[in-house]
């Protein structure tokens, strides 16, 4: 149960915080824990909290509690909450990225799939944060955005050395990166709609798209 601002309701922690809650606390023996590895624990915690609210949603306090330290003790490891939410949103871009990569010996039809299918995976799992993020939850943060933006650049770089062209034209650059913009903007429809399109449709729909872009991009180049 998440805490609301002027509520005084008991603050429990869902299974999987306690779960990651459990690895970052401190205790006698791990006290002297490596600063980067207890960084890393951390931020395994932040995006378990960050991945079903948004930034607004929680709380120094409850992030602290989670962690079982002292919210002193978190500002050691990240001066502040955005330190810290920038450090998750991080590794968020990092696991996307690491999670659609398909493996280089499979069919491209069967990459695209693939890619698609972890893609819509991953969106589901960390829906709130998701939406939050691309519709810059927490305001006109730079260095949000350019990690948002790299992350988008490394799509397209992927998608170009996939694509089915000897040597892509700026056309189908443009094109490819357009598509990666449909891709985000139909993810956050989907998920703020309810799931009112069926999983298998959007999936299929997605796979069309990018087939057609790129064999009209293709001819116009």
Excluded: N
């Amino acid at each position: 149960m998440a805490i609301e601002h002027g509520s005084t309701a008991r603050y429990t922690p869902s299974v999987s915080s306690r779960r990651v809650a459990a690895a970052t606390k401190l205790e006698p023996t791990r006290a002297r824990l490596d600063v980067e590895e207890r960084r890393r624990q951390l931020v395994a915690l932040g995006h378990e909290l960050f991945s079903t609210r948004t930034y607004d949603e929680v709380s120094i306090d409850e992030l602290a509690r989670a962690a079982g330290i002292s919210k002193g003790l978190l500002y050691h490891y990240f001066p502040t909450k955005r330190d810290f939410y920038i450090a998750t949103v991080r590794e968020a871009a990092k696991q996307l990225l690491d999670r659609t990569d398909t493996p280089r010996h499979m069919d491209l039809g069967d990459r695209l799939d693939a890619g698609i299918a972890a893609w819509l995976d991953y969106v589901s799992e960390h829906g709130p944060a998701f939406i939050s993020l691309l519709r810059s939850g927490i305001g006109a943060d730079v260095e949000v955005a350019r990690i948002v933006d790299d992350t988008r650049e490394a799509f397209l770089r992927r998608l170009l050395e996939e694509a089915p062209i000897e040597k892509p034209s700026p056309i189908v650059r443009v094109a490819l990166r357009g598509w990666v913009g449909l891709v985000e903007s139909a993810a956050v429809e989907w998920l703020g709609s309810q799931r009112a399109v069926k999983r298998e449709v959007l999936h299929k729909f997605l796979v069309e798209t990018f087939l057609g872009i790129i064999q009209m991009a293709a001819k116009e180049g």
